[in-house]
């Protein structure tokens, strides 16, 4: 059965850091190309940050020089780093696993950057 599932989602306020995790099975993770989207009410869903599978990167232009993007193969699990949060940073956050043979879609965590 294949599972993504987000954490380390909450309530935090401007400036501030968080680091979201997405632990992953059921599929071979290692040759996944991997993805974190987020999303408000009402509006598109939107890319955050991409690894390849050969660990390539790429950051939306809101994000890049704060957000980092990580896997760790070994464990199976794709990482957000978080900083210098801004309250436009608020929203749900997907994490994504896409390859040849399908793709899957995590529950989400909320994220939200508040004072």
């Known amino acids: 059965q294949v599972q993504l599932v987000e954490s380390g989602g909450g309530l935090v306020q401007p400036g501030e850091s968080l680091t979201l995790s997405c632990a992953a099975s059921?599929?071979?993770?290692?040759?996944?190309?991997l993805r974190w989207y987020r999303q408000n009410p009402g509006k598109a869903r939107e890319l955050v940050a991409s690894?390849?599978?050969?660990?390539?990167?790429k950051y939306a232009d809101s994000v890049k020089g704060r957000f980092t993007i990580s896997r760790d193969n070994g464990q199976n699990t794709l990482y957000l780093q978080m900083n210098s949060l801004k309250p436009e940073a608020t929203a749900v956050y997907y994490c994504?696993?896409?390859?040849?043979?399908?793709?899957?879609w995590g529950q989400g965590t909320q994220v939200t950057v508040s004072s």
């Open positions: 690894i390849s599978n050969n660990y390539d990167t």
């Open positions: 994504h696993a896409r390859f040849f043979s399908g793709e899957y």
């Open positions: 059921g599929f071979p993770f290692t040759s996944y190309h």
